[in-house]
């Protein structure tokens, strides 16, 4: 008798672990296989962040890719049947994509944003002061505006001139000129370093320099501008007017690098949310014969609420979703499908940051490293501007990953009451169909270097991945 107790309170004291909930690295998770193909995936990962530094440059490489693999535009599908593969691209600044498998009442969404802050230039942009000629920014998304001064950046153009529509990105490739906004030095910053961070730099003040050699020919007044609209016209076609329509952004012009000595984690501008879109990307690539439809979609103007004709507050999905039913030839309406339907909003989120830790409550944060984030919910304190996962679809996505051994982990974007963040999960929430938050955490997210762990990236990958073909 005594000799059983004893062998029973063991026997408990050895499940405990197994009872308790205790977070690990993705890295210690993974196999040696996984490890390697996390730091494969890494690798292309960074030319996407390198080369798609706009919502329009990440929907010419997602289509690109898409084309490659054998997908087809929908608009040239006259009927639809179970194993196509097919995607439509909204307007060039958005676009969906989907696999039909078997079932096709079945919907899965994985939908990730393409926008990412940065700075636009102002309707009538140029002018010229102190011997330069500069150009006015509004800036896009929520940016700490200090963030962009002194900073290399890029310039990325898409204008409608008399001669056609012309594109061009100055400022990425070796060798070519960068633009920059020049901030104040700290020997007469006195009065600057007493103001609040919001007003550091004000954004009156975000004007970036683009030159400073007078046109030599000629009787103008200001010269340097003058030399400016030569340039534009030479180069481009363009005349002043020209700037007025113009799509023109500046984006950081770095690269994105690894960091720390073992090269874990990747920096970069734009991860927030190109990491998911990659990942959602990757995913559907991959996709082989799906239980249902599955569906990824990159939209557009998260960063600004999702309002306007490419953003996830539009009909983009409705209309997509109606089409490739009219071309099944079932008898399913839209409302039914999404309805049944049950989707990712793929997002990151902040991660616990050691030199910031008072921002997050520390047991409810993800961490770099443990995996992708799945997050009930989010918005702010009091659960306003989100919508909440119900329990039965969070722990069944989460029962799925841990059969898949992804490793996953989750939190809240941060300390309540400091402030918030939405993401799209709510848009697709309106629809009746079940919706959650997850993707990588990063660090100094919205900042023009936002850091994430290449495990936590791959894990959303394998996340998306597994949940389209659910
Ligand atoms: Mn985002
Ligand atoms: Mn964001």
């Not at 990953?401 to 309106?430: M, V, Y």
Request: charge should be neutral; charged fraction near 25%.
């Amino acid at each position: 008798m005594p000799k059983e107790k004893k062998s029973s309170k063991k026997t408990k004291a050895s499940k405990i672990k197994h009872w308790a909930f205790k977070p690990k690295s993705a890295w210690e998770q993974f196999t040696k296989n996984e490890r390697l193909a996390a730091e494969a995936y890494a690798e292309k990962y960074k030319r996407f962040l390198g080369h798609a530094k706009t919502e329009r440059e990440c929907v010419v490489w997602i289509e690109k890719e898409l084309k490659f693999q054998g997908f087809k535009p929908l608009e040239d599908c006259q009927q639809l049947k179970s194993g196509q593969r097919v995607y439509k691209n909204i307007k060039g600044r958005a676009l969906a994509v989907a696999v039909i498998g078997k079932n096709l009442d079945a919907w899965r969404l994985v939908g990730a944003h393409v926008d990412s802050p940065r700075l636009d230039l102002k309707p009538n942009p140029l002018f010229e002061d102190s011997s330069l000629a500069l150009l006015q920014t509004h800036y896009y998304g929520g940016i700490k505006k200090y963030h962009w001064v002194n900073l290399p950046l890029s310039l990325h153009a898409v204008v409608h001139t008399r001669q056609g529509v012309k594109q061009f990105v100055i400022g990425e490739k070796i060798g070519e000129p960068q633009f920059l906004i020049p901030d104040m030095p700290p020997h007469l910053a006195r009065e600057q370093m007493d103001k609040q961070a919001r007003k550091v730099v004000e954004g009156e003040n975000m004007r970036v320099l683009v030159a400073n050699r007078p046109f030599l020919e000629g009787e103008e007044t200001e010269k340097v501008k003058a030399a400016v609209l030569e340039y534009l016209h030479r180069e481009y076609g363009m005349v002043e007017r020209d700037l007025l329509s113009a799509d023109v952004s500046f984006v950081p012009a770095a690269k994105p690098v690894d960091v720390g000595f073992d090269r874990a984690l990747v920096a970069a501008y734009g991860q927030d949310d190109r990491a998911c879109a990659f990942g959602v990307l990757e995913a559907v690539l991959g996709l082989q014969a799906p239980r249902g439809v599955a569906v990824g979609l990159f939209v557009d103007k998260e960063e600004i609420g999702s309002d306007g004709d490419t953003g996830a507050q539009s009909q983009m999905l409705e209309n997509f979703a109606a089409e490739i039913l009219r071309k099944l030839g079932v008898g399913l309406t839209v409302g039914e499908v999404l309805e049944k339907a049950a989707a990712i909003s793929a997002d990151v989120t902040e991660a616990l940051n050691p030199n910031f830790k008072e921002i997050s409550d520390a047991r409810n944060c993800s961490v770099l490293g443990n995996g992708i984030s799945v997050e009930k919910y989010g918005g702010g304190g009091g659960k306003y501007d989100t919508q909440e996962a119900s329990g039965e679809f969070m722990s069944g996505l989460v029962s799925l990953l841990d059969e898949e051994k992804i490793p996953w982990q989750t939190g809240e974007l941060g300390r309540l009451d400091l402030g918030g963040g939405g993401t799209i999960a709510k848009f697709f929430s309106r629809y009746g169909m079940d919706a959650i938050d997850a993707g990588p955490p990063l660090l100094s997210m919205h900042s023009p270097q936002e850091i994430s762990s290449k495990a936590d990236l791959y894990a959303a990958f394998r996340c998306y991945a597994v949940f389209l073909k659910s």
